[in-house]
């Protein structure tokens, strides 16, 4: 965000907090929800302080008219960017600060997912049958056994052909058959099904690994942000 407009949003939210103040409660939260507005714009620079400070008044505006529970998500928001974050008794009220702290309290800990075990990069499926998930387990060992099996039959043909190769006394247009035969299954066979089997073996570990986080991370997030005709809520999940 260039200067200029910091200095903008600066004055926004000075002019937010002087309209509360004075009493004139639509205009303010208005004001307070531009801020917002702008901050969640591609190239917004808006200082972490002017944002928290305009959810924590929109939050007093909710709190003051009795809607406790909506005042709790907007302090959230704040908590969610920094969980030690201390509400200034000179600027906002004890009922405020009150209610802050004890949606603090009730935040969760963050708890840093556990490391995908040793079972979770194995091949043949085994990451889904760790997990209980069956089907899927047994598709990937299904298509990685015939990848490798078909890799491995191609090569046993290969060293067929080379062996034939080498003979004494072939015939030059027979030794070019059988050279031309053992590049074919390789390229065609052995080559494309080991690149199939180590693609669904990645495929596998991936897919095992963003089940083992999710898993670990819980039920879906529920977020407010705001918009120019008002509040929305967000859900989402982490993977």
Known sequence: MPADAQVEVAEQFRRARERYVMGDVDVARSEFLGVLIRA?????DVPFEIWAESWIYLGEIQLL??????ARAYFSKVLA???????????HPAVVIETFNTEREARP????????????YAPFGV???????PVRGTVYAILQVGFAATSVAA???IDQQV??????????DVATQLR???????????MSAAGAFYATWLTSVVDGGLSWRKDQLGPPSVAVVPRADGMAVQVGWTF
């Open 40 to 44: 969640n714009a591609p190239d917004a």
């Open 65 to 70: 008219q009795g809607r406790r529970d909506e």
């Open 81 to 91: 960017r920094d969980a030690d974050y201390r509400v200034s008794p000179y600027e």
């Open 109 to 120: 800990a963050y708890t840093r997912p556990r490391p995908l075990p040793w079972w979770g």
């Open 127 to 133: 990451p889904q049958f760790q997990q209980r998930r």
């Open 155 to 157: 090569w046993a043909v």
């Open 163 to 172: 062996a034939l190769y080498h003979q004494p006394g072939l015939p030059p």
């Open 180 to 190: 031309d035969r053992a590049v074919l299954l390789r390229d065609a066979f052995s």
